[in-house]
């Protein structure tokens, strides 16, 4: 490995003295001045109903009302994979909360108080508000139209019902191993929606000016793609790529709620009616639960088949995924569950059917994990039953399966390297595992719980990005790109990765948030891909601007090319140890030659990554034949778990989770996602939980009683193990970790509560509760 | 998130102002003293008053004094001023570990423990404690003032024996005069801030004397006498700890909702009492130290 510098430092977070301080700038922070317009939504009451009048008229009466506008303003369509919604619903509306008009009007209590005047009369539809009830025949139907829906090549919806894609996998067969098999396990796991409640809610300005132009300050982790969703949505109006700007300031968490796009269209689209007025929206937290995106609720049909001696056989994994009203984005969590969920094992036949179902509650979508989570529950409680059945230890029995490099997906394609079982042993030993636990307190019990976890990036086959850098006078940089830090520290590492490359000092080096205008194309800043993709971006404009400075050396110093070398912000050379020219002397104004004049001039450079090995070409009977992941990030993890007997109170004694990221570039940032990951996932098993009543309302869309948990309820110790086998293609060997640190936590507590008290939980959340009456119902 | 509908603001600065105001608008006006409440309402639901009487001008009514063996809490005191207060948790150790419970401290900061009352939603963790200690609800009104027993004041959810043109002045509790133990038991869904899904608050002295209230486990805050009679006189063990676990369903009247399980609120009340007893009995020979944990998790 080469001697790195910068790479692998705790490097201080360079926006971190911004936000400390104060001074970073939100969404909501933004002064627009005495024309900044608000805008009001009017929500369907109802989870399916046909819209048969809406009436504005005492609304518009209100003073201080501009004006109120409805989906007859607006009927465009949009979408990221599938375009199935509308700006505003049109004729139908499909769940609670949906939007079905906007008052605009000069304060934001007018607004309310003018929106509350706006008679909207329905027709009540049946609610479709279960997935298994959804997919029967004869289930009433969300989209009569799906048949005639614009979607991505990979998606397969199925006219005339209420599944919107299904993503199949055959590889061997199953069958035949379940026949051949001297044990087969099957059971259907639940879990439910949740909401990812960054602390800032959705914010979105828009401004249409008198020119044309459209620009949106939105809270974003999207801002290319909003750009594209709104020029796509909004071209009837005769506005193109080019007129429209997204500016995305800091932003207050994002964990998939904050991609694609969802509330931010409201705020274009009613800009581009209040010409000359920025128009903003700030949703409420109860508006941030049930009108951006949720992570959907799913039902896991499993059946595993093993010989005696532990080896798998065969899967048949039935994935039924309540997707909402709308999945433009939500298929494809459905579709990157499909192609993966086989979890980190070596399965020679796999049947698996992840089916994404149309339902009459809000929208689901990207959330952190993007459905690993919700099928790894099932999975990872499965091979725990298994090996106990086995009367095997659950980490050797995994050991036995685990994927190895080069092993064969699911799809067919192959496993990249990784450090999966280094993660195991490390893990294993840290949480001492073989050793015997008891609780002095006769009311508790201890148990312990393992798994194992595995995700990939989920995107299109060209999703991609890039950089541009620039150097200032005293040699420091300007770096920029358009992904979003979003808290794991992106910005940072950017700034890692350029210095490594230049030798020039990340505190040196800036690197903000985006402007679309400014700043160059990056796909989204999801799918744990920002650091791999665009960091590979970086590293090649960081490249591109060696080249240039190595290039002007050669031809005005006569040293070779291949002799040049950077370090301590100078030019240096192999062949000619007393040569050594400060980058500031001439990465803006040039070197001057014998005759007196300049040569060379600002040093910028561009870098662009597209993972151009990538396809979703593939049989849709099989998914066998194309390269839809571009690689696994693995891991493994394991807890101690008191459990109080008689109430069924949890509390983690320790937890201990190693991660291979193929190289930790800023090991501080890795440690953090590690122990907020797995914090997070601790919550939803724990914890969370939305509720839905039998009309499809969203029973606790507050803090009351969807329960986030504080600092008083994290474990007593936390052990992050960082493993490093490197990412060939990825910038210094780096790979995506981001999402994956909560993927282990549901099926360690489901698997540390029945080691404890003999009791399995296939449901989503455990909570006290149903521990407590589990026990008691086993009694 | 804005409050869109309009009313009147008026802050007297005596008790006397503040009681013709009230009489004058009844119904139609509302109290607002730490506004943890009332200002949610009016953001959030249909709640309309005509005007808003706010009586955080009134300095009459924030102070906390002890005389005479007579704790007197003024309706401004929060539930933070209550916990500080070493008055308090030297001789009403229940008001004390109840207040700790309530909300987060920024709410604590602000939220009164009279304005607990007044809202009396069946979860008030200030219930149990108030009722062990037999409190007197001190109201005026501008004929004159009157003392509602804490046991008359609740009178079913969010409803209580205040009348129109009453204003709550604050409350009184006259200390016990044998050596006790106290403890409040609290179940949350974790450790941060939450709503009481049960609550069990005991009183035993030295010489076995028994008072016990829950809440949060039927429609108001209630004593638990039965159990209360089988347990005077009696030391604790097993046996008498079961008999008094097998009354708790007599005393209680759990339902369902989005916090709990009616079965799981009636089989961790047992639980909870259980511990509650044993707690305050230890607590009477050795120093009150905090047990959030009691329950586990």
Known sequence: MEDLKFIGQPITRIDGKEKVSGAAIYADDIDFGPNLLYAEIVESPHAHAIIKSIDFTDALKVDGVINVFTGKDFPYKFGLYMKDRYIFAQDRVRFVGEQVAAVVARCPKVAKRAAQLVKVEYELLPAVLDQMEAIKEGADLLHPDLGDYVHVPWFFPKAKTNIAHWRKIRKGDSDKAFKKADYVLEDTYNVPRYAHCAIETHVAIGKFDHSGRLTVWASSQSPFTQRHLFAEALAPLGITHKDIRVIAPHVGGGFGGKAGVTMEILSAALATKCKGNPVKIRWTREQEFYNTYQRLGVVCKLKIGIKKDGTITGLDHKIYWDAGAYVEYGANVVNAVGLSAIGPYRIPNVTIDSVCIYTNLPPGGAYRGFGYSEFLFGLESHMNRIAKHLNMDPIEFRKLNAIKEGDTLAYGAHMNPNGLFDAINKVKAEIDWDKELKSKNPDKVLGKGFSLFWKAPAMPPNASSSAFLKFNEDASLNILVSGMDIGQGYLTVMAQIAAEVLSVPPHKIRVENPDTDRNPYEWQTVASHITWSCGNAVKKAALDAKDQIFKLIERTHYLHYDMLYLEDEKVKCKTKPDFALPLKDFVINGIQVEDGTFKGGPIIARGVFMPEFSSTNADPETSQGGHPNVHYTVGAAALILEIDKMTGKMKVLKAVEAIDCGKALNPDLVKGQLTGGLLQGLATVLYEDMRYNDKGKLLNPNFTDYKLPTSMDIPDEIVPIIIEVPQPDGPYGARGMGEHTMLPAAPMIANAVENALGVRITSMPITAEKVCMAVLSKK | ?297
Request: aromatic share 6%; proline share 4%; glycine share 8%.
């Open chain 2, 1 to 297: 998130m804005a409050i869109s509908h309009e009313f009147e603001y008026i802050k007297p600065k005596t008790v006397n102002e503040a009681v013709d105001i009230l009489a004058k608008y009844g119904s139609k006006a509302s109290i607002l003293a730490g506004g943890t409440d009332i200002v949610v309402k009016l953001k959030e639901t249909p709640f309309n008053p005509e005007i808003l009487v706010d009586i955080k001008g009134i300095d009459e009514l924030s102070k906390i004094e002890f005389s005479n063996g007579v704790l007197k809490i003024g309706a401004l005191v929060t539930f933070s001023e209550l916990i500080d207060s070493e008055i308090v948790k030297t001789n009403f150790p229940l008001i004390h570990e109840a207040s700790t419970t309530v909300a987060s401290i920024g709410t604590r900061n602000r939220a009164t423990i009279v304005g607990n009352i007044c809202s009396a939603v069946p979860s008030l963790d200030s219930g149990p404690a108030l009722l062990v200690y037999e409190a007197d609800v001190i109201v005026k009104n501008n004929s004159g003032e009157r003392k509602i027993s804490i046991k008359d004041w609740f009178t079913g959810p969010k409803k209580t024996a205040i009348k129109e043109g009453d204003l709550v002045i604050g409350l009184e509790i006259k200390k016990p005069t044998d050596k006790h133990g106290t403890s409040y038991v609290k179940l949350g869904r974790y450790r941060g801030e939450d709503l009481a899904q049960a609550g069990v608050g005991v009183f035993v002295t030295e010489s076995n004397n028994y008072k016990i209230s829950f809440c949060a486990l039927g429609p108001v805050p209630v004593r638990a006498t039965i159990i209360e009679n089988l347990l005077n006189g009696k030391s604790l063990d097993e046996k008498i700890l079961n008999e008094a676990k097998e009354l708790v369903e007599k005393v209680i009247s759990p339902i369902t909702d989005i916090r709990a399980s009616k079965e799981y609120r009636m089989h961790i009340a047992k639980v909870m009492l259980e511990r509650a007893l044993l707690k305050a009995k230890e607590r009477i020979t050795s120093v009150y130290h905090e047990t959030h944990d009691i329950l586990g998790g």
